[in-house]
């Protein structure tokens, strides 16, 4: 049953990716921007038309589960408790991965992107309970080169707080195609899409959102195969990053799965053919927007 779940959702996240061969980066963006000061449910709208239009549209699909508020963490002790639960571990990740140095993130910052398009780290906004990154090195396997992982959970206050992140996400990505992860590291050539619960065969996150491009280094070199996806599930947030191997290549993708697979089975309950996608709750303060994309 696991495995049959986690090929529906990997359809679902790889129909994501492999839209990104349709994007520009820059300011054209993935058909439209979205903005900080719009609300989730006006991104949810003009995304509609940004990802698939016309006759490559594939119809929209009634999502299996959807977060139970009964479930869901209330206080930061317990989300705490839930992203050591869900997020990847070197056996998840496979391929004789190990990890990294530093293995994880301080548990009390989590990296925000600036306006000079270099990420930092900054103290947690009222709006996230918890939230955690690691970081994995995964060894060279035949012609494929070494790859660098990362992957990171953060449980919001509310389904609302998640969805502004998912929204702030994709506007740094048109207002940033270059970004500094730190120093001597960089991303180069970013381009994103995102797909919407119910658009392109997703019927297995609220949300989702990929990028790739290239991953360079004054140390390691480069440039490599970047990417990095992001979904949104209730109140939580998943993403995995990969930087090296091959292009083409979707280890981020399948680890990605995986964790979004442990959300759902913590937090999720199965919805019936006629439920809507599920009313994200109020928010609980202004919008805050930052992510975890392998630099911190």
Known sequence: MMHARARLVCGAVMT??????????????????????????AARSDGDTDAV??????????????????????????????????????????????????YESDP?????????????????????????????EVPASGAEGAVRMSTTVTVHRTALDAAWEQAGMLEEGVGCPEQTL???????????????WGESGNTSSDDSLSESGACVSDTRGGPYPYSWTQSVFGPVVISASSCGGQE???SELDVAVRMLLRVQDAIGSPTGADSASPDPATPSG???VGDK???E
């Not at 990104?20 to 903005?35: F, H, I, N, S």
């Not at 239009?53 to 479930?71: M, R």
């Not at 930092?120 to 990154?133: F, N, S, W």
């Open 286 to 288: 202004s919008p805050t």
């Open 248 to 250: 083409g290549t979707s």
């Open 53 to 102: 239009t016309g006759a490559d549209a594939l119809p929209a699909a009634s999502p299996t589960e959807q977060a139970d508020p009964a479930k869901q963490p209330h206080s930061a002790a317990e989300a705490w408790a839930f992203v050591r639960k869900v997020i990847a571990d070197p056996e998840l990740v496979g391929s004789g991965a190990a990890p990294g140095t530093p």
């Open 16 to 41: 994501c990716a492999t839209l990104l061969a349709g994007c520009t980066d820059g300011g054209g963006g993935p058909g439209g921007e979205t903005t900080r000061g719009a609300s989730p449910d």
């Open 108 to 136: 009390n910052t989590w990296a925000v992107l600036g306006e000079n398009c270099a990420w930092q780290r900054e103290g947690l906004p009222e709006d996230v309970l918890a939230t955690l990154t690691r970081h994995f």
């Open 293 to 295: 994309k392998g630099g």
């Open 182 to 196: 730190r120093a001597g590291e960089r991303l180069t050539d970013l381009s994103s899409v995102a797909v919407a």
